[in-house]
């Protein structure tokens, strides 16, 4: 059995665009997460520095994956730019 991906390809463009989703959620919150571990070794605090880069990855890997959504999304504008047009 051979893939066809022109037969295929609406889903495995889908595919790829969650698995990317869920990389930069993981790699957000994982960077974050080490950045607060070593502040929190550093200065010698217990897990403050933790929490508050763990929330930090989690909103700024939201915003990254709402960014790529809307850019994989034909036909959808951002009317955020020119809204100060009178």
């Known amino acids: ?12 463009e889908n595919l ?3 698995m990317q989703l869920g990389l930069t959620m993981a790699g957000s919150i994982a960077f974050c997460f080490l950045i607060g ?7 010698g605090t ?3 520095f933790i929490a ?7 909103v ?4 990254t994956a ?4 809307k850019e994989s999304m034909p036909g959808v504008k951002d009317n955020t ?4 047009k009178p």
Do not use: C, H, P
Not at 37 to 43: C, P, V
Not at 52 to 58: M, P, Q
């Open 81 to 84: 730019e020119n809204n100060s």
């Open 37 to 43: 571990r070593f502040l929190d070794r550093w200065l």
């Open 1 to 12: 059995m051979v893939f066809e991906y022109e037969k295929n390809r609406s889903w495995v």
């Open 60 to 63: 700024g890997g939201a915003v």
């Open 16 to 18: 790829t665009l969650v």
């Open 52 to 58: 508050i880069f763990t929330l930090l990855g989690v």
């Open 46 to 48: 217990k897990g403050i």
């Open 66 to 69: 709402y960014r790529q959504i």
